[in-house]
């Protein structure tokens, strides 16, 4: 894997990958940047019709023809705003109706798994201040109406600094921490207030009614579009004065009230935190932007925390970096931690103890569990507070700021930083999208390879390739299936010969549950047998988990086809996108050694191309 340079671009100027040629006929030359406001917005129409809504090429966002065709940057692409072929308009809508159903089935297993979840969004100053905001907020609305529960965090730093500027006065900030002296306190006041009473506006309307109504009229259309809820959730304390610098009215979150969080999120309200504490004593404290997001993330046991930015996160090729695990973000981290305050700050906050811990997983490429309260940070002074034992307290977060977020200098390794440390305190994914990027939402949670980069702490959580001392648990967990001839009976000598074709799933140096993956390269494909599963582990996706593992370690093979015999279990493979088939599909090799008597189903899968950009060891 190369190391990621988390290279920024120029915030707000793409260029575009080819040539468009629209109804005016005016042409847009390859490296010529767009800035007019209206024209962008025509652009903003060219949609590709694949199923992945934005062609994506070494990182870089390209468009697409309306036939779904890639073509060469160097090329022209002839679309029209209208998302519309040149060809005749009733082939054309066939189409289309056709890509709209496919793209809608696809997302049905997404819907699914959303529904109901917590999705802390932090929407970064440079976005909130940027003609990018309408339109995330409006996919916002979508999501909350498909049952997406949201907090929402908006960045002020854009504007405060702005207000200052218009009142002669210049922004002063020591590491990550703005110093709020008195007239910088009520500038924030103003820009926190403007900008949540802002996004309420615009949450306000809902979907437009015009193309509705030939469904019948409703009376819920004329509701307001979305419940927004706001309040003072937040208890602050004063940041104090730290190595000899008074931060004034600068505070540091205390607590979360996650109580009350829950009471509007459960009446269907999408909650807006600002960054406004407030203290014990009644005071208004300015905090951290990301050092509130990142606390109501771990306090909330948010499923995911999504940082909206102004640009992709690259690696030193320019490419996008579309996965990084904690362990690999972690290690990314403190390389940079000599030349990056905010990466130090993080080692700080996490204690070298994590890393050694992460090492001991090195051999079998699994993450310890973040949940089980045996690698418990250590805050140092100006980072959090404990809770009276000195260990961390999931109340607290990580701000990250200043003038090293500011210019950019380590591109988006700060945002990388909080990621992590979020991630490190039992969040299981954190999504870092580029919000210049149209329907970029929408692109991330509804695809299976999305469109930003995601760091996650549990993908393949504990799942390795098996070895010859885990006989005994992998012949524990068969021997039931076996006895009940769901699978086939194999003696040790069989089971220790395919030792290495096996994938186990340990927890607490317990093997839990098991699967295999036989190749036969000559027809590219490969056969999926054993998947077991402990009987107290079932119904917790560990089945699913390795079925994953499975079709990308088939994918690295260079495999483009999964099969399976089944007798008792067809149900849920089908489910999981196999489906039957004859004998002859099947390599020779492996029709010669069927045991016919059994009579068993046969499956297939084909395997898509894998861009998800998660690696395993093959």
């Known amino acids: 894997m190369r190391t990621p340079y988390l290279k920024s671009p120029i915030p707000h100027q793409n260029p575009l990958q080819c040539q468009f040629t629209l109804h005016n006929q005016i042409r847009i030359k390859p490296g010529f940047r767009v800035y007019f406001p209206k024209f962008r917005s025509a652009l903003a129409k060219i949609r ?21 065709s890639e073509r060469d940057n160097k090329k022209s692409v002839k679309c029209n705003v209208f998302n519309e072929s040149e060809g005749g308009t009733e082939d054309s809508k066939s189409i289309k109706d056709e890509q709209f159903v496919r793209w809608f089935r696809e997302a049905w297993p997404y819907f ?65 921490y703005r110093i709020t002296e ?100 009644g005071e208004v404290l300015n905090c951290n932007t990301y050092e509130v997001a990142t606390a109501c993330a771990l306090a909330l046991g948010a499923e995911k925390l999504i940082c909206i930015i102004d640009g992709p996160i690259l690696d030193e090729f320019g490419h996008l970096i579309r996965f990084l695990t904690l362990h690999d973000a972690d290690k990314l981290i403190r390389k940079r931690a000599e030349l990056s305050e905010i990466a130090a700050n993080y080692v700080e906050a996490v204690g070298e103890d994590y890393l050694k811990s992460q090492d001991l997983y090195k051999y079998n490429e699994s993450i310890p569990s973040m949940l089980n309260g045996k690698n418990n940070a250590t805050f140092q002074n100006g980072l959090g507070f404990d809770n009276g034992n000195g260990l961390w307290n999931a109340e607290h977060g990580f701000a990250i700021g200043g003038q090293e977020r500011l210019s950019r200098q380590n591109g988006y390794l700060s945002e990388l930083a909080a990621a992590a440390f979020v991630c490190r305190g039992g969040v299981q994914r954190v999504h870092l999208l580029d919000g210049t990027v149209g329907g970029v939402l929408l692109l991330e949670l509804f695809q299976r390879d999305g469109v930003g980069t995601m760091v996650a702490s549990d993908v393949y959580e504990g799942t390795r390739m098996a070895r ?61 047998a054993a998947i077991a599963v402990s009987p107290e582990c079932r119904g917790q996706g560990q089945g699913d988990k390795l079925l994953d593992y499975l079709e990308k370690k088939a994918s690295s093979l260079g495999l483009n086809m999964l ?56």
Request: glycine share 8%; net charge positive.
């Open 468 to 528: 010859k001392t885990d006989l005994a648990g992998i012949r524990q967990i068969l021997k039931p299936l076996e006895q009940s001839g769901t699978l086939i009976w194999r003696t040790t000598e069989e089971l220790l010969e395919a030792i290495d074709s096996f994938i186990v799933v340990e927890r607490e140096g317990q093997i839990i549950a098991c699967a295999a993956l036989f190749p036969f390269f000559e027809g590219k494909c490969g056969e999926v």
């Open 563 to 618: 099969f399976l015999l089944t007798t008792r279990t067809a149900d849920w493979f089908v489910r999981r996108g196999f489906s039957e088939c004859s004998i002859d599909y099947l390599p020779e090799q492996k029709r010669k050694k069927i045991n016919l008597s059994r009579r068993s189903k046969y499956y297939m899968k084909k395997l898509s191309p894998d861009r998800s950009g998660i690696t395993i060891t093959s």
């Open 182 to 281: 008195p007239d910088s306190l009520e500038v924030a006041m103003e820009a926190c207030g403007r900008i949540c009473t802002m996004i309420e506006a615009k949450l306000s309307p809902g979907p437009s009614l015009c193309n509705v109504r030939r469904h019948g009229d409703n009376s819920r259309w004329h509701d307001v579009g979305v419940s927004v809820a706001s309040g003072n959730f937040l208890a602050a304390k004063r940041r104090g004065v730290v190595k000899g610098i008074d931060f004034g009215a600068t505070g540091e979150v205390k607590k979360v009230d996650v109580t009350r969080i829950k009471e509007r999120l459960d009446a269907g309200c999408i909650v807006i935190m600002s960054n406004l504490g407030y203290s014990s004593s």
């Open 48 to 68: 590709p019709v694949s199923t992945s809504a934005a062609a994506i090429s070494n990182g870089r966002r390209t468009s697409s023809c309306s036939n779904g």
């Open 112 to 176: 699914r798994a959303h529904r109901d979840g917590t999705f802390v969004v932090i929407i970064s100053g440079e976005i909130v201040a940027s003609p990018y905001l309408n339109a995330i907020l409006k996919d916002i609305s979508l999501l909350h109406g498909l049952g997406i529960r949201f907090v929402i965090v908006p960045g002020t730093h854009v504007q405060i600094d702005k207000l200052l500027a218009e009142r002669g006065s210049n922004p002063k900030h020591v590491g990550p």
